[in-house]
């Protein structure tokens, strides 16, 4: 596998993206019950993208936080957080649920937060160079 030297752009579009995913995570495992009935989301649905959100963060932060990182995992934070935009769209759009207005501009406001970290994240792998043996 090939391991990059992480440039700047990589590493602080990481820790940022984990400081978020930590914040969210939280409020939607904390706030489920109160926020389901704001958003008209599930609180299940709620609970389980916290669950899934502090594992996450914890991992890309350690992530940024290396100067070195494997370029497949690099690919795969990005690649992952593209998914997740796919499947906020998904989620409105296939009638699984009825968010109110606030859902839905929560869903999409999150999907773009994570659409600008694929992108800083992608734009940071670019910048990144192969590391040395």
Excluded: C
């Excluded at 914890?58 to 990005?78: C, D, M, S, T």
């Excluded at 593209?82 to 009638?95: C, F, I, K, P, R």
């Amino acid at each position: 596998m090939m391991t990059i030297q992480s440039s700047p752009l990589l590493r602080q579009a990481l820790v940022a993206d984990a400081t978020t995913s930590a914040a969210f995570g939280l409020m939607l495992l904390i706030g489920a019950g109160a926020l389901s009935g704001i958003f008209g989301l599930p609180d299940m649905l709620l609970r389980i993208a916290g669950l899934i959100l502090l594992p996450y963060a914890a991992f890309i932060g350690w992530l940024g936080l290396r100067e070195q990182i494997r370029k497949p995992v690099a690919w795969a934070v990005v690649l992952g957080n593209a998914l997740w935009v796919l499947d906020s769209v998904l989620l409105l759009a296939s009638g699984w649920v009825t968010p109110t207005s606030a859902g839905y501009a929560f869903v999409i406001a999150q999907a773009l937060a994570v659409l600008m970290y694929a992108e800083f994240q992608y734009m940071g792998l670019r910048r990144s160079t192969e590391a040395m043996a």
